[in-house]
C-alpha cells in the first residue's frame, strides 16, 4: 500500500472502530475492515479506481506477490468501457479477466483474499467481487531427486497442487479419474485432493479414508508429513503404513491398481494408502525394464534388506558365540586383528553403526557439493585411521561399510529409517545370546509386521496369504502380458486389466 494510502487509512480510523461481519455499501470502509481484521498487514494492498461512466467508485484489495499484476492493470484500464450498473454486468465484466463469485460477508472475503484472490468492494453494493487472478511463483517440474531411474520419465511432483493433479490426469485421461477437495487447518486451511479412479478404487477404503481426514481438528498441515501421522493406523511401529511418492507416474500407477492418492498443496509428495510391505521395495523402473531383469534386480534388493538389518548382528554372533562356524584359517586372522584391539566386537560394531550415521546424517543436511565429499571421504579416512590406530578391526569396518552401502538400495527412504532402527536392536540380542537372540527377534519382527494393517488391509498381504494372482508383481514380476488381473489385496468392481495374449511372431 502506499505512502499516501496508509496516511488515508490512519487517518480515517474511526470508521472502523467496530469489527462487523458485513459488507458496507463504502467501498473504503470494507477496505478499513479488512486491515483492521488483518492488523493492518504490510503486503495487503489497495488500488481506488472509478467507472466513469457512471462515476461509482470502487476499490481493489489484493495480497502482493499472489496475484497476476497484470491482469490487476487489465480490471483498471477497462473499467472506463463499463457502461452499467447491475449486479449481473458487474459479474460479467470480471468474470472476462478471471472466475468471480459474489459473497456477501467479510469472513468469506478474508478467505477469499488470503488465498489469493483479488477483491473488489464497489460503492452502492453490500455484497463483493472475488476474481481468480492467482499467480505464486512456482519452480520448474524437474527430476525426482528420492527416486531416480535410469529408464523412465523425469518429471516429478513440485508443490503446486493443480500442477500436480495435472500431471497425473495427462498420464490417466479417464473420465472416471476422481479428485475430491478438502480444506484442513483452521490456520494454514490447506486444500488436499482425494484422488481415485471411480469403479475401481475400493468404496469401503474411500469412505475410511474420509472419515479419518474428517476427524482431524489441528490448525496448521504444513506438509504431507502431517496427514500421514494423523490418519496412519499404527502410532507405535517403526514401519510406514502410508506411501509417499514425488513421481506422476508412480502414482497413476497405484491409481490403476485400485488405490487412493492423497495430494497436499504445498508439498511435492503424493500419499498413496494402502500400504503394503512388499510395495516399499518396488522402483518406477521395475515396470520400464524387462521382466527378468526388473526381477533379478528386485531380489537383489530384498537380499540387500537382509544385509541391511542383520550383517553387524549376524557377525557380532558369529564372533563371540559361535567361531566353529568360521573357517580355522579366517577364524585365525580374525583373532590376530582383534587381539591389539580395546573393545569387545559388540561395542566396535555400535561405535562404528554411529560414526556411519553421522556422516551419513552430515552428508545429507550440508550443502550438496560438500555433503558428498564428507560422507565419502570421511567414511573412508575415519574408518583407515580407525584400523591403523587399533582402535577398531579391519573386519568390523568392512561389514559395517557392506551394511552401510546396502541400506541405500531401499527405493523408499522411509522403508530404510526402520531397518537402521532395528539393526541396532539385533545387534544388542546378538551380544546377549548369539544366533538364537537373533532368531527370537527376527521373529518378533515378523509377528509385528503381520499385526499390521494399512487402511484396514493387512500389511503383508501380499505375501500370505498366498494368492497366486497378487505374486505376479510382488518378490519378482512377471511380463506384463500375464498381469490380466488387478491385486486382490482391495475390493475392485473392475477386475480385469487387460486380455493381451503372449506376444508371437507367428501371429
Known amino acids: 500500500m502506499s505512502v499516501r494510502l496508509r496516511r488515508r487509512y490512519k487517518q480515517n480510523k474511526h470508521l472502523a472502530t467496530h469489527v462487523h461481519d458485513h459488507i458496507s455499501p463504502h467501498a473504503v470502509n470494507n477496505f478499513h ?10 503486503d495487503i494492498l489497495h488500488r481506488s479506481f472509478t467507472f ?4 461509482t467508485k470502487a476499490s481493489l484489495i489484493y ?37 468471480t463469485k459474489i459473497h456477501s460477508s467479510i469472513p468469506s472475503i478474508l ?17 463483493a467481487y472475488s476474481v481468480s487472478l492467482i499467480k505464486i511463483p512456482e519452480r520448474s517440474i524437474t527430476e525426482p531427486l528420492t527416486e531416480t531411474v535410469i529408464r523412465g520419465p523425469r518429471e516429478g511432483f513440485i508443490e503446486s497442487l493443480r500442477v500436480n493433479t495435472s500431471l497425473v490426469r495427462r498420464r490417466l485421461p479417464d473420465e472416471k479419474l476422481r479428485f475430491e477437495p478438502r480444506t484442513i487447518g483452521s490456520r494454514t486451511k490447506t486444500k488436499i485432493n482425494i484422488a481415485y479412479i471411480e469403479g475401481v478404487a475400493d468404496e469401503s477404503l474411500l469412505t475410511e479414508l474420509r472419515q479419518r481426514l474428517d476427524r482431524i481438528e489441528t490448525d496448521s498441515i504444513l506438509e504431507d508429513g502431517n496427514i500421514e501421522e494423523l490418519i496412519q493406523d499404527a502410532t507405535y511401529t517403526p514401519f510406514p503404513t502410508v506411501y509417499s511418492s514425488e513421481r506422476p507416474d508412480t502414482v497413476t500407477s497405484h491409481l490403476l491398481e485400485g488405490k487412493t492418492a492423497i495430494f497436499v498443496d504445498g508439498s511435492p509428495f503424493v500419499l498413496i494408502v494402502p500400504a503394503l510391505f512388499v510395495q516399499f521395495f518396488h522402483n518406477a523402473e521395475d515396470h520400464t525394464q524387462r521382466a527378468d531383469i526388473a526381477s533379478l534386480v528386485r531380489l537383489l534388493r530384498f537380499g540387500a534388506a537382509f544385509i541391511a538389518l542383520l550383517a553387524p548382528s549376524l557377525y557380532i554372533a558369529i564372533t563371540t558365540f559361535h567361531q566353529e562356524l568360521i573357517p580355522t584359517r579366517l577364524l585365525g586372522n580374525l583373532a590376530a586383528q582383534s587381539e591389539g584391539t580395546p ?22 543436511r550440508m550443502p550438496q557439493p560438500v555433503g558428498q565429499a564428507v560422507s565419502i571421504v570421511g567414511a573412508i579416512v575415519i574408518g583407515q585411521a580407525a584400523v591403523q590406530a587399533g582402535i577398531f578391526s579391519a573386519a568390523v569396518v568392512i561389514v559395517v561399510s557392506l ?15 526402520p531397518f537402521r532402527i532395528l539393526r541396532f536392536g539385533f545387534m544388542g540380542l546378538a551380544a546377549s545370546f548369539g544366533l538364537l537372540g537373533i532368531s527370537v527377534g527376527f521373529t518378533a519382527m515378523l509377528l509385528h509386521l503381520s499385526s499390521l494393517k494399512s487402511f484396514g488391509i493387512p500389511y503383508m498381504s501380499d ?13 519378482i514380476r512377471l511380463p506384463k502380458w500375464m498381469m490380466k ?21 507367428d501371429q
Do not use: C, W
Open 343 to 364: 573393545f569387545p566386537t559388540f561395542i566396535e560394531a555400535v561405535l562404528m553403526e554411529i560414526t556411519f550415521e553421522i556422516l551419513r546424517e552430515a552428508g545429507i
Open 33 to 42: 475492515q479488512i486491515m483492521k481484521r488483518t492488523g493492518e498487514s504490510d
Open 485 to 505: 488381473e488387478r491385486p486382490k489385496t482391495t475390493d475392485h468392481q473392475d477386475v480385469e486389466r487387460q486380455h493381451t495374449r503372449k506376444p508371437s511372431p
Open 63 to 99: 495480497v502482493d506477490g499472489t496475484v497476476d499484476s497484470q491482469a490487476i492493470e487489465k480490471i483498471l484500464s477497462r473499467a472506463k468501457f463499463y457502461s452499467d450498473n447491475k449486479d449481473e454486468n458487474y459479474l460479467s465484466y470480471f468474470n472476462e479477466v478471471g472466475t
Open 403 to 417: 551394511t552401510a552401502i546396502a541400506s541405500f538400495v531401499f527405493p523408499s527412504y522411509s522403508m530404510a529409517s
Open 111 to 127: 478467505n477469499e483474499l488470503l488465498s489469493g484472490h483479488v477483491i473488489i468492494f464497489i460503492d452502492g453494493q453490500t455484497d
Open 52 to 55: 466513469p461512466t457512471n462515476k
Open 463 to 475: 505375501l500370505s496369504p498366498f494368492v497366486y494372482s497378487d505374486q505376479k508383481d510382488a518378490l
